[in-house]
């Protein structure tokens, strides 16, 4: 797809968005996702004609567990376009606990002009968001990162050149992060294939949203028998922790489950020549990746990571600009 010169100007292409929350990728129309990633190409290459976009307004981010690029890169996000972004101590608001979630809600839309939050529960963002008048943003939670595969989607478009039809293979557990990425490639036609353990795949709605959204292009999200299936001419391999936060008490069982899911240099070799190696973030060296790979020349981590950034900045922009 075209990334460059638009008919409309990158902001119009995301009208639609004003407003709106991001609670998952499948909240998106395919033009939408494309409008983020044109809108996001943009802003990093013309930041001035953006640094203004949030003057006077200030996002309110909610951290109920750790994070390194979501806090940093929604905060620089809104400083950069001129805004502000406020750090609110979970434990202090007590979402649902010192106070109900709606009238949290009801509450910040009089003060502020968006709600990041990162949390467990997928529900208590839905409730949040369905609350407040202002826009939701997800930041993750147990069942989609939704921010994390947009800046994912724009990174395999600066380094392949394309999306549709470009073969994704994500190795590892079902979770949020391959939620989102299934959600994301059943809309833009990438052939994604998911090796992950008997009892670890992805939900059986995830696939099935997929199908039905998939675009006519024959193309389907599947998953398949081993991690040799999935990585045999891929373009993209992608894999993520196996012990997501909040399932530390798992960690043993999951590390015995996942034993051979480990992306090697071998497993990474049967990948098509000139392929790329991701992962969101935190990486454990050694348990899902080894070293070898993911601190090789084809591993784009860090200009995922920096993408976080780029993205999140369409996005404030377009729901809050
Ligand atoms: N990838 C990602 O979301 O990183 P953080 O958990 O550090 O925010
Ligand atoms: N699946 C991981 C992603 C971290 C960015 C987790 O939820 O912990």
């Given at each position: 797809?075209?990334?460059?010169?638009?008919?409309?100007?990158?902001?119009?292409?995301?009208?639609?968005?004003?407003?709106?929350?991001?609670?998952?990728?499948?909240?998106?129309?395919?033009?939408?996702?494309?409008?983020?990633?044109?809108?996001?190409?943009?802003?990093?290459?013309?930041?001035?004609?953006?640094?203004?976009?949030?003057?006077?307004?200030?996002?309110?981010?909610?951290?109920?567990?750790?994070?390194?690029?979501?806090?940093?890169?929604?905060?620089?996000?809104?400083?950069?376009?001129?805004?502000?972004?406020?750090?609110?101590?979970?434990?202090?608001?007590?979402?649902?606990?010192?106070?109900?979630?709606?009238?949290?809600?009801?509450?910040?839309?009089?003060?502020?002009?968006?709600?990041?939050?990162?949390?467990?529960?997928?529900?208590?963002?839905?409730?949040?968001?369905?609350?407040?008048?202002?826009?939701?943003?997800?930041?993750?939670?147990?069942?989609?990162?939704?921010?994390?595969?947009?800046a994912d989607y724009l990174t395999m478009l600066e380094v392949k050149g394309r999306l549709?039809?470009l073969?994704l293979?994500?190795?590892?557990?079902?979770?949020?992060?391959?939620?989102?990425?299934?959600?994301?490639?059943?809309?833009?036609?990438?052939?994604?294939?998911?090796?992950?353990?008997?009892?670890?795949?992805?939900?059986?709605?995830?696939?099935?949203?997929?199908?039905?959204?998939?675009?006519?292009?024959?193309?389907?999200?599947?998953?398949?028998?081993?991690?040799?299936?999935?990585?045999?001419?891929?373009d993209v391999?992608?894999?993520?922790?196996?012990?997501?936060?909040?399932?530390?008490?798992?960690?043993?069982?999951?590390?015995?489950?996942?034993?051979?899911?480990?992306?090697?240099?071998?497993?990474?070799?049967?990948?098509?020549?000139g392929a790329i190696f991701m992962?969101?973030?935190?990486?454990?060296?050694?348990?899902?990746?080894?070293?070898?790979?993911?601190?090789?020349p084809q591993s784009v981590v860090f200009q995922q990571?920096e993408n976080?950034?780029?993205?999140?900045?369409?996005?404030?922009?377009?729901?809050?600009?």
């Amino acid at each position: 797809m075209p990334m460059t010169s638009t008919a409309a100007p990158p902001r119009d292409a995301c009208a639609t968005l004003r407003g709106r929350d991001l609670l998952s990728i499948r909240d998106l129309t395919r033009e939408e996702l494309v409008g983020l990633m044109t809108l996001a190409v943009d802003v990093r290459r013309e930041p001035s004609r953006y640094a203004g976009a949030l003057r006077g307004k200030t996002l309110a981010t909610i951290f109920e567990k750790p994070s390194l690029r979501t806090r940093v890169s929604f905060h620089v996000a809104a400083h950069q376009l001129g805004g502000h972004a406020l750090d609110l101590a979970p434990q202090e608001i007590g979402l649902g606990v010192r106070e109900p979630i709606a009238d949290v809600a009801r509450t910040l839309e009089r003060m502020v002009s968006g709600i990041m939050i990162r949390t467990f529960a997928h529900d208590l963002v839905v409730q949040l968001a369905a609350a407040a008048t202002i826009p939701v943003v997800n930041g993750l939670t147990d069942f989609s990162h939704p921010c994390q595969a947009l800046a994912d989607y724009l990174t395999m478009l600066e380094v392949k050149g394309r999306l549709k039809g470009l073969r994704l293979a994500f190795v590892g557990d079902g979770n949020n992060v391959a939620n989102s990425l299934i959600f994301g490639a059943a809309l833009l036609g990438v052939d994604m294939r998911i090796a992950a353990p008997t009892g670890y795949e992805p939900a059986p709605g995830v696939l099935a949203w997929a199908r039905r959204h998939q675009t006519a292009n024959g193309i389907a999200c599947r998953v398949v028998r081993s991690p040799e299936e999935a990585v045999d001419g891929a373009d993209v391999v992608y894999t993520d922790t196996w012990v997501s936060m909040g399932q530390e008490a798992e960690a043993e069982e999951r590390r015995r489950a996942f034993a051979g899911y480990q992306v090697t240099e071998a497993l990474f070799d049967l990948a098509a020549p000139g392929a790329i190696f991701m992962h969101c973030l935190p990486a454990r060296r050694g348990e899902e990746v080894a070293a070898g790979v993911i601190d090789s020349p084809q591993s784009v981590v860090f200009q995922q990571a920096e993408n976080r950034l780029h993205s999140e900045k369409a996005l404030l922009v377009a729901l809050m600009g």
